[in-house]
């Protein structure tokens, strides 16, 4: 008897095929077609894994290695290929690999366990994962109850995962296997390892980094050392370790104990110590008039810059906030990026000069009239707002171009003292998954946008992807030009923002294109136990995005 027929549409194309067809042979059949690995495919508006089969008609496009949501399941499945490695090379040392922070296009990851890490131990490890490529094995996926995998992972001695589940509300929880190594990862995989070709190791302060293929997805892309920023990360997870909180779950065992305030308010007692302490600093440097400050979306800039110039009030100094979209040429005059849109977020849509001259005027101790940019009509304005600085003054300059040098190019190193911030999240959702900073600052972002501009959760996710390249392009490389980087991550932020955030990610249809990934944020959420923002003080950084802020954010 003939099999039963599936009606598809792939590329515009129908075409029919056998019930029961693997969504990984009609990948193979298109791959021709993509210049990049097809890793999952988006039938009928759901995400799927190569592995799932064709059970009904329906429409079929494919997910690469170039897409967001494929670059993540290549990354989750060489994390798998590596913990597969280290197991087959030295479980029986009892050594294990922690993944911990996400820095540039890799992860940075240490070997637990009585084994001394140099060249010719990543070496096997890297030898190994190579070999495991070259094998091909499937990565199986099954389906448990969520006790028996409270269990698995007791077994495993994986406490992280124990500790974590059992605060998940699904019943059932997918396991992936591979070659009897067994471990669970929040989100989809890929097929096989056969897929996993693109990677290197290399050491990199007291571990080593896993890299990964960036904007060109068959080669790993180049390793630029960030010290800075991985200082800053560490310190902020030693903290979290020494409350004790770490990890999703643990955290989740403070708030069920009825600690949520008191975590509360260390973490802002943390963060006022250190802002005061910033402030201490700048003071100390002497001559410093120009205070820069930048770092990508939802960072909490503004709110930052309020409470350090607080700050510097209190030790005598006389800031002024200074914005530097007054310095925007005339919409006319606004450059275009490659699809012929004004680009306000490059260099060149600032008039440098005119800033430079200003600035300099006003270290010479003379009166300026700052311009005035007025967004409705698109031009700059003179509006009498004059300014002069006296001895104790000084400019907290808030902008994403603060730290590169050309937008401050004639004015004396000696003079500026520059901040990264950004919420470079201290939690881990368990030893072998850090939870993404990007998440955080998306989900700040979808709260903000939809309480100060009424935007839909859809919208911000919907050029969420615009704004990273942006601060991939714009931010990122300058960072480690910084004086000196802040986190602006609170331990406890997840846990808040979940109430704000999950009723706007449940309003996105399913057949809307920003539907897959509003999940997969729920999904993230789902691990929080909540905590009530009641106690929250209205000069804390969450309040940008929350409401309740004593400061105009």
Not at 195 to 224: C, H, S
Not at 328 to 333: G, K, N, T
Not at 437 to 448: A, K
Request: charged share 30%.
């Amino acid at each position: 008897m003939e099999k039963e027929m599936c009606r598809v549409v792939v590329d515009g194309e129908e075409r029919s095929y056998p019930y029961g067809t693997p969504f990984e042979e009609i990948a193979k059949e298109y791959q021709k077609n993509q210049k990049d690995d097809i890793v999952l495919v988006v039938f009928n508006h759901k995400l799927r894994e190569l592995h799932k089969r064709l059970k009904k008609d329906g429409k079929l496009t494919f997910v690469t290695t170039a897409d967001n949501i494929g670059r993540k399941a290549y990354r989750r499945s060489v994390i798998l290929l590596m913990q597969k490695a280290v197991y087959n090379l030295y479980g029986k040392k009892n050594v294990r690999v922690r993944v911990s922070h996400s820095i540039g296009q890799g992860y940075f990851c240490k070997l637990v366990g009585e084994l001394e890490l140099n060249e010719e131990v990543l070496l096997e490890v890297k030898e190994e994962m190579r070999r495991l490529v070259e094998k091909d094995i499937p990565l199986m996926k099954t389906t448990v109850s969520t006790d028996e995998a409270v269990a698995l992972f007791h077994e495993l001695g994986m406490t992280d995962k124990e500790r974590l589940f059992q605060y998940r509300r699904s019943s059932t929880v997918n396991i992936y296997d591979l070659d009897g190594y067994k471990d669970y990862f929040y989100g989809y995989m890929t097929a096989s390892t056969g897929y996993l070709k693109y990677f290197d190791l290399r050491l990199y302060q007291d571990g080593f980094m896993l890299l990964y293929p960036n904007k060109d997805t068959k080669k790993v892309a180049e390793f630029v050392p960030s010290d800075k920023l991985f200082h800053t990360l560490e310190e902020s997870s030693h903290w979290g370790e020494t409350m004790g909180i770490s990890t999703i779950g643990s955290l989740n065992d403070a708030i069920a104990c009825g600690r949520g305030q008191e975590i509360i308010l260390i973490q802002e007692a943390l963060m006022e110590q250190k802002i005061g302490q910033l402030a201490q600093m700048i003071k100390k440097t002497g001559d410093r008039k120009f205070v820069m400050i930048a770092g990508p979306s939802s960072s909490g800039k503004t709110t930052f810059s309020h409470r350090l110039s607080i700050q510097l009030s209190a030790l005598g100094l006389n800031p002024h906030p200074f914005p530097l979209d007054d310095y925007y040429l005339d919409h006319e005059y606004t450059p275009l990026d490659e699809n012929g849109n004004p680009d306000y977020e490059c260099l060149e849509a600032l008039d440098v000069e005119r800033f430079n001259q200003d600035m300099n005027e006003l270290l010479k101790g003379r009166e300026v009239e700052i311009p005035v940019y007025n967004f409705k009509t698109g031009k700059r304005e003179a509006k009498g707002k004059m300014m002069q600085l006296a001895e104790n003054d000084l400019l907290v300059i808030e902008g994403i171009h603060g730290l590169n040098d050309r937008l401050s190019y004639s004015i004396p190193k000696e003079k500026k003292f520059k901040i990264y911030i950004s919420a470079l999240t201290q939690l881990d959702i368990d030893e072998h998954n850090n939870l993404p900073t990007t998440d955080g600052r998306l989900l700040r972002r979808i709260v903000r946008d939809a309480r100060t501009r009424g935007s839909s959760a859809a919208a911000t996710i919907g050029m969420w992807d615009s704004v990273r390249r942006g601060e991939e392009k714009y931010i990122f490389p300058f960072q480690e030009q910084a004086d000196i980087m802040f986190n602006s991550a609170l331990i406890y932020e997840m846990a808040v923002l979940k109430q704000y955030a999950e009723p706007l990610l449940f309003g996105i249809p399913k057949d809307a294109p920003e539907y897959i990934e509003a999940k997969r944020l729920l999904k993230v959420l789902d691990y929080f136990l909540p905590i009530p923002s009641d106690s929250i003080g209205s000069n804390s950084i969450i309040r940008e995005f929350i409401g309740g802020s004593c400061f105009h954010v």
